[in-house]
């Protein structure tokens, strides 16, 4: 396989997650503001946090004079950015024509039903992210823009070809995956607590299990259990729970393992997974916390590096004539 379609299967899976996760915390945050007090700290600007940007800076662009944004001003810009805006670097249409490009590049490893299917969502995002909708059509355009994504999954599931193409697909999608389930929890959770040094409260975060559809998987674990068990340390260690870290990081080993600089992959990818193992997650203060989470969002930065550092080297003679 040629290193730069590693690069394009990669994103392409990576691409394909970030669409679905960004709809789903879209929803998620409406719920959140529904059922929230007026007087909540926790605002539709914290959406750009949780993606990695500058809320402050990117809502000064909608600003008119020295006059700060209004709550419903600041919904249609922090959405602007989300969903139709073509220069934002997370919105949904940009992901959508970053992962169209990413297919069409690697289109003959791909099978036709999932090209199709690809294509499908891209033009349907293209038609209906491109203007402002009313809350319930924002809610039912982000719900259909996940269950799409779902659709190539499950087309790629049962069309592709078991091999490396395969495997790089789905190493995107599961790092992808935990790197936004890192992102939530960081910014939707534990930015809404104190910090304090001693042990923190149990917690439950209803929108959170919401957002990542893990809300009757946890009802039914936490039946299972003699104890409460928090949602955090659900997210963090559940392994049986396809969207928490666990989980992603198991199905990231069993990718890895056939690829030819396995043995690189593996070994970045252990450190990140002992991260969850010295103690017991419930134990740690809200700081700490914090500070674990910091750790696994730098080891998934380091897991991303390592997988795609044969891209990043130069081609020899042979490469280069191939």
Not at 33 to 39: K, T, V
Not at 136 to 145: C, G, I
Not at 148 to 173: K, S
Not at 246 to 254: D, E, H, K, P
Request: proline content about 3%; glycine content about 4%; charged content about 20%.
């Amino acid at each position: 396989m040629l290193l730069k379609s590693v690069n394009h299967l990669f994103w392409l899976g990576r691409y394909l997650e970030r669409l679905d996760d960004t709809a789903r915390l879209i929803n998620a945050t409406s719920h959140v503001l529904i059922d929230s007090h007026q007087d909540t700290q926790f605002g539709w600007p914290i959406l750009l946090d949780v993606l990695g940007q500058d809320s402050a800076e990117l809502l000064q662009k909608f600003q008119q004079g020295e006059a700060a944004l209004s709550l419903a001003e600041t919904e249609r810009a922090v959405m602007a950015c989300l969903i139709n805006a073509s220069d934002s670097p997370v919105s949904i249409r940009a992901t959508s024509t970053a992962l169209k490009y990413n297919a069409r590049t690697i289109r003959p490893l791909i099978p036709r039903d999932m090209w199709e299917e690809l294509n499908a969502l891209d033009l349907f995002l293209q038609q209906h992210c491109s203007t402002a909708v009313s809350r319930q059509q924002r809610y039912q355009l982000m719900a259909e823009v996940s269950r799409r994504c779902q659709m190539v999954v499950g087309v790629l599931d049962g069309t592709m070809l078991r091999g490396d193409a395969f495997d790089l697909f789905n190493i995107g999608r599961h790092l992808e995956r935990a790197d936004m389930t890192t992102r939530i929890m960081d910014v939707m959770v534990l930015q809404q607590l104190q910090p304090t040094q001693i042990k923190r409260p149990k917690f439950r975060w209803l929108s959170v299990l919401n957002a990542l559809g893990g809300m009757e998987s946890y009802q039914y674990y936490l039946a299972r259990q003699k104890g409460d068990v928090d949602a955090i340390d659900y997210l963090l260690t559940y392994a049986d729970f396809p969207r928490s870290i666990s989980y992603c990081l198991n199905r990231v080993a069993a990718s890895a393992k056939a690829l030819p600089h396995a043995a690189e992959i593996l070994q970045e990818l252990h450190q990140v997974q002992a991260l969850l193992r010295p103690q017991a997650l419930s134990e740690l203060s809200t700081v700490q916390l914090h500070a674990l989470i910091d750790q696994l969002q730098a080891g998934i930065i380091a897991l991303h590096q390592v997988i795609l550092a044969p891209c990043q080297q130069p081609l020899t003679a042979t490469q280069r004539s191939a």
